[in-house]
């Protein structure tokens, strides 16, 4: 189904118009279609996303240059860009939506760009990648990613997000990664400091960046 959603005028509106449609998939889709041309603009300008900037030092300090990336939920690569900044260019990008995938795309830092839903198995096999990034996502989708990413790095591999401690609760992050230690699958090598992510447009919310690590 097809679901057409006009974006409001108002660029201060569209943060939180994007975040009412999160318990609907084809209406985030639909949202975040419709926000793909005014997004880098509306969260540079009025919020001050600071998402992509505060992943440089974890992804320096586990990921090499050459490392295998998969940006979970990359948007218009405001991360991959970022990250290439730094050196990076085996990077891959996953999305819901292919108008933000198609701006994502224009940019040229990814190798791939590929329409997603990370609520459902990810059309890769096991190992893939040597680390999986999911940056300003975790509002969108539930801890259920966290196994599907651990599959998807091998030994060794980095798994990167952000959330908020609120979210890292209730929204089955905690458990998943709780899981996955007791199993001896991963490690969670660094939670970060709060940080405020929307510091313009919600200087209220604050999240941290999580690092958990594949045991061999
Ligand atoms: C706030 S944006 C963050 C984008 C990018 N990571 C950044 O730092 O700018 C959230 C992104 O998650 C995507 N998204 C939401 N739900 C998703 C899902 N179930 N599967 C894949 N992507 C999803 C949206 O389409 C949107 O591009």
Redesign the pocket.
């Known amino acids: 189904m097809t679901i057409d959603e006009t974006l409001p005028s108002q660029r201060r509106a569209r943060v939180g118009w994007?975040y009412q449609a999160?318990e609907d998939?084809a209406r985030?889709?639909a949202r975040?279609d419709a926000w793909a041309d005014e997004?880098d603009a509306d969260?540079a300008e009025l919020c001050d996303?600071r998402?992509?900037a505060e992943t440089v030092g974890p992804a320096t300090r586990y990921l090499a240059a050459e490392a295998r990336i998969l940006?979970?939920?990359?948007?218009?690569?405001?991360?991959g860009e970022t990250l290439a900044g730094q050196g990076y260019s085996n990077m891959v990008a996953?999305?819901?939506?292919q108008r933000?995938l198609d701006v994502a795309h224009a940019k040229s830092i990814y190798r791939e760009t590929l329409r997603?839903?990370?609520?459902e198995p990810l059309p890769f096999p096991d190992g893939s990648f040597d680390a999986v990034l999911?940056?300003?996502?975790s509002?969108?989708?539930t801890g259920q990613v966290i196994p599907e990413f651990a599959r998807l790095i091998g030994p060794g591999g980095h798994i990167i997000y952000t959330t908020s401690d609120a979210r890292y609760r209730d929204g089955g992050f905690e458990a998943a990664v709780r899981a996955l230690q007791r199993d001896a699958i991963l490690e969670s090598v660094e939670i970060g400091p709060e940080f405020l992510p929307l510091p313009l447009s919600n200087p209220e919310h604050t999240a941290r960046i999580h690092v958990l690590r594949k045991l061999p």
């Open positions: 994007a999160a998939v985030t889709e975040f997004y969260v996303w998402g992509p940006d979970a939920g990359a948007g218009t690569g405001l991360v996953v999305d819901l939506s933000m997603a839903d990370l609520m999911s940056i300003g996502t509002g969108y989708v």
